[in-house]
C-alpha cells in the first residue's frame, strides 16, 4: 500500500469524466451530480452523489435510506488498493422526501456542502433547485 493516497479532491476529473459517462446513458436522466467528501467516512475513499429520474421506478425507501453502494478499481476508474468509489444515488421525489424530512444522508450532503467539501460536477435547472434545498 502505498504511503500516500490521493483524498477528496484529487479525484475530481476522474469523477467529471464518470458524470458525464451517466448523462449519456439511455433511459436515465441525470439532474445533480455532486463529488463529495462527507463527514464520518473513509478518509482514502470517494464519494458521488446523484439524482436520476425515474430510478428505482420513483420509489421512496421506506426505511429512509438512499441507495447506496461501493466499488473498487474499474479499467474506466482506477483506484489504489483499498479506495472505494461509493455512489449515493435517488430519484427527485425521494429527495424531496428525505430532504423534507432530514434523513441521515442528506444531512451528510449538507454537512459535507458547509464545511466546502462538495463540488456540484453537473447540475440541470431541476438539480439546482435540489442543491438549494440542501443547505
Known amino acids: 500500500m502505498p504511503a500516500t493516497v490521493a483524498t477528496y479532491p484529487d479525484y475530481k476529473d476522474q469523477t467529471e469524466k464518470l458524470v458525464q ?3 449519456a446513458l439511455r433511459g436515465e436522466r441525470l439532474h445533480l ?15 458521488l452523489f446523484e439524482v436520476i429520474d425515474d ?8 426505511d ?3 441507495f447506496t453502494f461501493a466499488y473498487g478499481t474499474t ?4 483506484l489504489p488498493e483499498g479506495v472505494w468509489l461509493w455512489m449515493i444515488l435517488t ?13 441521515k444522508q442528506v444531512d451528510a450532503l449538507r454537512s459535507a ?5 462538495a463540488v456540484v460536477i453537473y447540475a440541470d435547472a431541476k438539480g439546482k433547485k435540489f442543491w438549494n434545498k440542501i443547505k
Do not use: C, M, S
Open 21 to 23: 459517462q451517466h448523462r
Open 113 to 117: 456542502r458547509t464545511a466546502g467539501k
Open 91 to 103: 430519484n427527485p421525489a425521494e429527495l424531496d422526501k428525505a430532504i423534507e424530512e432530514n434523513w
Open 64 to 66: 429512509k435510506k438512499l
Open 75 to 78: 479499467p474506466g476508474f482506477p
Open 55 to 62: 430510478l428505482g421506478n420513483g420509489r421512496i425507501d421506506p
Open 33 to 47: 451530480a455532486v463529488y463529495l467528501a462527507p463527514p464520518r467516512r473513509p478518509k482514502r475513499d470517494i464519494y
